[in-house]
């Protein structure tokens, strides 16, 4: 049974298209997490939801929507997709959040490819 | 200069080594110190996690925070094929996790 789970796992796609990426957690956590890792293996936080409300929402671009229907579910909607944009993305669920002490489970990720 | 520096390897040892993967960083305001161990194509998963300075050890693993130095350590003891993964470590201040990109361990049977 998945604790983070995510889909679809692979995405490719062409220049300009929209897609989403959703995220499940089934681990009662209140915080959920999207992060995106470079071909570098850098991960950086995207953004970050407490309870349904945007915490974080680090520099992305205006093309980049999250959305929490609830604090088990954060969806991941990117318009017009651009080249630099082909990276993988990871969702993950925290139950602290601020505190410091935040210890996160990521998903499996998504790699999304544009063409 | 990134905030958190980290070497990306490939870093390649005989199984049965000990292995030592590093960090140092910039921010002195950095009081947890965590490692995160990434299989390829599957997210990191939660290694070790320390509060400020001094060492844990958990089976195999010994982590080490220095904070003097501004440097923290993840220590394998007997490494075993199935530890080839990448290891990242994980920083914060107490608003966000500040990640290093990760170093790729390879350990040959």
């Known amino acids: 049974d998945t604790a983070v789970s995510q889909t679809p796992k692979y995405l490719v796609t062409q220049m300009g298209n929209d897609k989403s990426i959703k995220c499940e957690q089934n681990?009662?956590?209140?915080?959920m997490y999207w992060y995106k890792q470079d071909s570098k293996k850098f991960l950086k936080i995207m953004f970050s939801y407490n309870n349904k409300e945007l915490i974080i929402n680090e520099t992305v671009p205006n093309r980049f929507s999250p959305k929490s229907p609830d604090k088990a579910h954060l969806n991941l909607h990117i318009n017009s997709l651009e080249l630099g944009d082909s990276a993988v993305y990871f969702c993950a669920s925290s139950q602290e959040v601020g505190s410091g002490d935040e210890k996160l489970f990521f998903g499996s990720g998504t790699q999304l490819s544009v063409l | 200069q990134k905030e958190v520096e980290q070497d990306p390897g490939p870093l390649s040892v005989p199984e049965g080594a000990i292995v030592s993967l590093n960090c140092t960083y910039s921010n002195s305001a950095f009081q947890y110190f965590m490692w995160y161990r990434q299989y390829s194509r599957k997210g990191p998963e939660l290694l070790m996690y320390?509060?400020?300075?001094g060492n844990k050890e958990d089976g195999r693993f010994t982590a080490q925070v220095d904070k003097s130095s501004k440097y923290i350590s993840l220590f394998i003891r007997d490494s075993q094929p199935s530890d080839s993964a990448t290891y990242l470590c994980a920083m914060n201040a107490g608003n966000m996790l500040t990640f290093g990109g990760g170093t790729r361990l390879m350990v040959k049977p």
């Open positions: 681990l009662g956590h209140d915080t």
């Open positions: 320390t509060y400020s300075s």
